[in-house]
């Protein structure tokens, strides 16, 4: 691990803005140092241990969050999508008993890819899971956010009723799995004042498991070069006496070159594949921003036009023209690459990412293949969860369920 750290990389460990570490650095709170060699103001490693959120960056013994599974742990996957989690948690050693998803060409994407995956095709709502009692000992699922709690009452499981979490917690009722794992959006912590997760928590606890304090993963601190972020949610069933402990984040922050490029992320470039383009219209405002640069690196006039009513609006709409640089991680991918409120323009040419391009930031194997019309890809790996943060998580599942026997 290294000894010196940049100000744009502390920035993007701590969630802050460049400008609040400088205003630190003026304050006297966190003061940048020259780096031997180069000169260029940094922040020793010592430096940073005053923040609790990074003490685990520093990953002393090399070995990471790795653990081995001591025996075989199987896995029941909801909402599985691409299968960007179920092949995270089949890196980290979990296995995959089985997964349900709606879709079809997520589901043909599964089944291509993993023929010996059991792919339960169709709608939750319809299926029992009552088989998998005994069988599997993780329930994962990114269901969808929607809103069910009531204001100044505990949620109920029967209240939940008509949700697609009710049928997460369903399975999770009929199967009885040591652990559960659900993932979401980072907006669920907030969704209805928070009382949606409040609600889900009310549920998971009437059903019999202990509801761990929820974390926000970025997925930049797990070999993902993405600013992508994940709420987890974990319940472990009460007669189990162990917490579980979520994945150590890294130190090191992957770019879009590390994506895309040969290096330690990738053993080659990225393959060429099919792409979405750009109307002329846009192309021609999208020539004129630089590497890093969004609509307010373009001259005011063709702001204003581009812009129309938003150019008058508060907040900073940051995607909005927005070109990524090699050297920083790519902003959260959406399930369409061109849409105006969250483009994201290849560095070079100007056009959106390729598919290819989408599942590498994604951290999906190139030989991954996605089913379906280049739209249905595209919304196949933005919906998905990178697989390198989908392998810490499983990492920290194999260690549970090694402690719990």
Known sequence: MKDYYSISEVAELLGKSKETLRRWDRSGKLVAVREPISNYRMYKKEQLKMFPELSSLFDEDGKGNFVKPKKEFKVLELFAGAGGLALGLEKAGLKCEALNEIDHWAAETLRNNRPNWNVIEGDVREISFKKYK?????VTGGFPCQAFSYAGKSLGFKDARGTLFYEFARAVSEVQPKI?????????VNHDGGRTLKGMKSVLDELGYRVMEHHVLKAIHYNVPQKRERLILVGIRKDIDIDFEYPKPYGKIYNLKDALKKGELFPKKVPKSAGAKYPEHKKVVLDLVPPGGYWRDLPIDIQKE????????????????????????????TCSPAQKQTERCHPDETRPFTVREYARIQTFPDDWKFAGSVTQQYKQIGNAVPVNLGKEVGYAIVKFLNEVG
């Open 306 to 333: 581009y812009m129309q009513k938003s150019f008058y609006l508060g907040g900073g709409k940051t995607g909005m023209a927005r070109r990524i640089s090699w050297d920083e991680p790519s902003l959260t991918l």
């Open 180 to 188: 559960c794992i659900g993932e979401n959006v980072k907006g669920l």
């Open 134 to 138: 005994g069988k599997v000992d993780v």
